[in-house]
């Protein structure tokens, strides 16, 4: 007998909704998450230097630095090791709740278009951009659920590209701020249509918890007042209170098993520290882990049936990683534009996420969470200054609060170089291959992201700036923590890993329910499509166990 009706590797935005849902439907499951359960009093508080915001000196998470490497091929085609504080690594959340326990919640619905770009705009030269094998519509139900069932704060009806709404938020919006007035000046002045974003924060009491407090350390912290909405403080609670979810911590799953038929069966796992390695049998098994984890484990659990990797038959697991890249546009103004009260996002336009000649999508522009000092230096001094000494220094001093900037994350398109294999000489602490990540955004990724730069730069002129500039990424793998793509669902076994409902071809009761899944990553921050559909694909599993 099967001890448990699905193992769940991961305890982030889609294994804890998957848990919930299941463990409600009266299933039994086992919860499986490598990092540890963390709150705001023992993860740094607010240490502007060791944070999963700027992670260059360190974490205030995991994964550990010591013992969790990664391959990363540079676009000169030269590997280097990185640890998970290093560029290029793509260090999400290891810790019960994942990202959403350090995210600043902002929670789009993806455009109806971000769903059918290569019927929009055609396969560029190099790329593997497809559709999704359904379209908003079909999304729609899953996106209502997970804004009411985690907790939405926005305006409904206020985006005027928005696909159509089953109602509004079950919160009213975040309230403008000093940049909000300036830049609302500059969207008028250009003619852009403007709105709250929408964000996983309570602005108002709900669920037992706090509102917000306006800390002003949204990002890569966890929330003091517990006010920020992630999966470890609503669903993950819910599956524990019907006792028939188990959750195991600081854990590793070593790889999927399966029998001689082939059928998953259960999983590997590596106990705390070391102690030693055990089988868990399981009616089915749920993947989500990440973009770049969960194609590694699908890889590590190669078997004679399926030498290459669990789905892995097309060559299809592990390609087509993608991320978002930013371009963004900063201003300096006479008046102040920066409260530092939180969370500090207050103003986005979509008018920018598609119908523009020359490029491919576009992106969602708007301003951004409070930057930490040491951000502050890090990337927002005009590029003329010095970075070090009195010049930097009184910059800082005097222009802190009189710094604003515009940002939005590119609709990347997809190319089957991007992609998640194994290292062939590195292994972790536990003795596995480490992820190999190689590759480099399509060049219509890079144009798109030049003509968003260009957009932000005009919004932030016409908003009344003294001076402004801003940067474009160069050339790379985008893969940071919005990571996407590397088991992508569709209708063809032939040129996808999984089913529209996230099970891998071949293995009915294997599920991905991550951004693996995602074909293309929208114009907009990825999250409340990952929860989406994991209420979705979870909902759709527990009626077949």
């Known amino acids: ?146 804004e009411w069932e985690i907790g939405v704060a926005g305006l409904g009806g206020a985006n005027p590209h928005e696909g159509p709404r089953s109602r509004g938020y079950p919160m009213p919006p975040v309230q403008p701020s000093a940049s909000t007035h300036v830049l609302q000046r500059g969207a008028r002045a250009l003619g852009l249509s403007t709105f709250p974003p929408p964000l996983l924060v309570n602005t108002v009491p709900r669920a037992g918890r706090a509102a917000c407090i306006e800390c002003g350390s949204c990002v890569g912290f966890p929330c003091p007042s517990d006010g920020k909405n992630g999966t470890q403080n609503t669903v993950l609670p819910r599956a524990l209170a019907t006792g028939r979810c188990e959750l195991l ?83 300096l103004f006479e008046e102040e534009v920066e409260t530092a009260r939180g969370p500090g996002v207050t103003i986005a336009t979509s008018d920018y996420a598609h119908g523009h000649d020359g490029v491919i999508g576009g992106a969602m522009l708007a301003d951004d969470f409070v930057m930490l000092p040491i951000e502050f230096w890090r990337t927002a001094l005009p590029p003329d200054l010095p970075r070090h000494g009195l010049k930097a220094k009184h910059f800082m001093r005097d222009n802190y609060r009189r710094v604003t900037q515009l940002r939005g994350p590119v609709h990347e398109i997809p190319t089957p170089d991007c992609r998640v294999t194994l290292a062939r000489d590195l292994r972790d602490r536990s003795g596995l291959p480490v992820a190999r990540l190689s590759g480099v955004t399509h060049p219509e990724t890079r144009r798109t992201a030049a003509h968003i730069r260009d957009k932000a730069d005009a919004w932030i002129k016409a908003s009344g700036a003294v001076s402004a500039w801003g940067a474009t990424p160069p050339p790379r793998l985008s893969a940071g923590q919005h990571q996407a793509g590397t088991a992508r669902m569709g209708t063809d076994p032939a040129h996808s890993v999984t089913d529209a409902h996230g099970r891998v071809w071949g293995h009915d009761n294997l599920v991905i329910c991550d951004a693996s899944l995602h074909p293309t990553n929208g114009a907009f921050n990825p999250v409340l499509t990952v929860m989406a559909l994991a209420f979705r694909n979870a909902t759709h599993l527990a009626g077949l166990l």
């Open 1 to 146: 007998m099967n001890a448990y009706d699905a193992v769940i590797v991961g305890a982030g935005a889609g294994g804890s909704i998957a848990a919930c849902v299941l463990a409600e439907a009266g299933k039994r499951v086992l919860l499986v998450e490598r990092g540890r359960r963390r709150d705001y009093a023992d993860s740094g508080h607010r240490d502007h230097l060791r944070n999963h915001r700027l992670q260059r000196y360190g974490f205030n998470t995991g994964p550990d630095i010591d013992g969790n490497p990664r391959l990363l091929v540079d676009p000169d085609g030269v590997e280097r090791l990185v640890r998970p504080h290093e560029d290029g690594y793509g260090a999400n959340a290891a810790a019960v709740g994942g990202g959403t326990l350090l995210y600043g919640g902002l929670a789009w619905r993806f455009h109806p278009d971000d769903f059918r770009m290569a019927s929009r705009y055609g396969v560029p030269a190099g790329s593997s951009l497809v559709d999704w094998p359904f379209g908003y519509d079909e999304l729609e139900p899953w996106y209502d659920r997970a």
């Open 249 to 331: 911590t600081e854990t590793m799953v070593e790889r999927v098993t399966t029998d001689g038929a082939g059928r998953v069966v259960g999983v590997d796992l590596i106990a705390p520290e070391g102690t030693g390695r055990r089988h868990v049998a399981a009616r089915s098994v749920i993947l989500g882990a990440g973009a770049i984890e969960t194609a590694r484990l699908l890889l590590l659990s190669a078997s004679d049936r399926e030498p290459g990797g669990l789905g892995n038959d097309s060559d299809l697991v592990g390609r087509n990683l993608q991320g978002h890249t930013y371009p963004i546009s900063f201003g």
